[in-house]
C-alpha cells in the first residue's frame, strides 16, 4: 500500500469511530482534524468532499459490523442457533463492540430519513444486507426443516431487527445494557417457541 | 396572550416541525428563519441560544405525541385494551399522525446519546415518561386481574417500546409501513398470548 492510500485508510478508520458516535452528517471536518492530527487541506487531499468521507466512513462501520455477525455465524450450522449467535452479536453493540457509538445504520436512518437523500440510499443498502442475511437464514432453516414450515422470513426479520434495534437505541440513552438483554431475552423466547421445530 | 408571546408560540410551532424531520441539533438556523419567515435576531428575541429554541421545539413534539397518546386511551378501561391503543397510537407515527418525522424521543436519543449530555438528559425524561405510561398501565392491569401474576412491568414496557421505535425507524427508511405493522401483529399476539388473563 503506498504511503497516500494508508493515510486515506488511516482518515477513514478514525473518522468511521468518531462519526459513529457524534453523527455522519452532522459532525464538522474541525473534529474529523482533530481525531486525525491533520490540517483541512490534508483530508480534502483524499476526499472530494465532507459528504464522501461520510459515506466512507460509514461503508467502513458497516463492513466492521458485517465482520463481527461472520464470526458470531462460524461453526453455527443449525439455523435456529445462527439466528441465536446473532442475537448476542448485535447485543454487544450495547457494549461498544465491535464499534463505538451504536449500530451504524440505525444511526444514518435516523440521521438522514427526512433530511438526506443520498444518505437515505446508503443507509437502506446496508440495511437490505443485513434483513437478507436474516430472511436467508429462515429460509434455509424452513428448507432444512429446522424452522417451521409456516414461518414467514419477512416477519421474522423485521422483528428481529426491529426489537435490537430499538432496544440498542434505549441502551445507549440509559447507558445501561438490561435493555437490549430483556429485547434478546425476549426474542430467544419467540425463536424458541414460534420458529424451532420440535 | 400577548403579540410577543404569540411570536414566540408560532416559532416553536414551527420549529418543532422542521426539527423533528431534519434534526434538532443538527439543523441550522437559517432553516428555522426559513420556516418562520423571521430573521434572525426576530427568533433570537425570544430565545437566549439555538439549544433553547431547539428545546422548547422538542417539548412541543413530545407534548402532541403525549396528547396523541391520551386520545387513544380515551374510553379504555381494560388494561390490556389500553396496550394494544397504544401499540395503534404508536404505529400512526409512521404516517406522520401526529406530527412530521418520527418518534421525537428516538430522533433526539440518537442524535445526543454519545454527543450532547444537556439533550440526552431531555430525551431521557421523555422516555421515562413514556416507559412509565406502560409499566403504570401492566402493574393496574395485574392488580385488576385482567393481566396474569408474573408479568415483568418492565420487561413489557421495554419490548412494547423497543420493537415499535425500530421498527418505526425501518418503515421510515423504507418509506414503507409494513415494518410498523409487522412489528403491531407480533406485539399484538405477544400481548393476548402471554399477558392476558384467560
Known amino acids: ?44 487531499n483524499h476526499f472530494g468532499s465532507k459528504e464522501e468521507l461520510a459515506i466512507e466512513a460509514f461503508h467502513h ?3 466492521t459490523m458485517k465482520r463481527h455477525f461472520a464470526k ?9 442457533d445462527r439466528l441465536l449467535a446473532f442475537l448476542e452479536a448485535f447485543g454487544e453493540l ?23 437523500p443520498v444518505f437515505c440510499i446508503e443507509a437502506r443498502q446496508a440495511m437490505d444486507e443485513l434483513y437478507n442475511t436474516i430472511t436467508k437464514i429462515v429460509s434455509r432453516g424452513i428448507e432444512k426443516s429446522e424452522i417451521s414450515q409456516q414461518t414467514d422470513a419477512d ?21 445501561d445494557p438490561v435493555y437490549v438483554s430483556r429485547a434478546t431475552d425476549h426474542l430467544k423466547r419467540y425463536i424458541e417457541s414460534s420458529l424451532r421445530t420440535a
Open 94 to 116: 450495547a457494549e461498544n463492540r465491535p464499534l463505538p457509538g451504536g449500530c451504524p445504520i440505525m444511526n444514518v436512518a435516523i440521521e438522514s430519513d427526512d433530511a438526506h
Open 61 to 63: 462501520s458497516v463492513n
Open 72 to 80: 458470531a455465524f462460524e461453526n453455527k450450522r443449525n439455523s435456529v
Open 1 to 44: 500500500m503506498r504511503k497516500g492510500e494508508r493515510t486515506r485508510e488511516m482518515i477513514i478508520e478514525k473518522a468511521a469511530e468518531l462519526l459513529n458516535r457524534y453523527g455522519y452528517l452532522s459532525s464538522p471536518i474541525s473534529a474529523v482534524m482533530q481525531e486525525t492530527g491533520l490540517e483541512k487541506g490534508g483530508i480534502y
Open 155 to 175: 416477519a421474522v426479520a423485521t422483528i428481529l431487527i426491529s426489537t435490537l434495534e430499538g432496544a440498542l437505541m434505549m441502551s445507549k440513552l440509559y447507558k
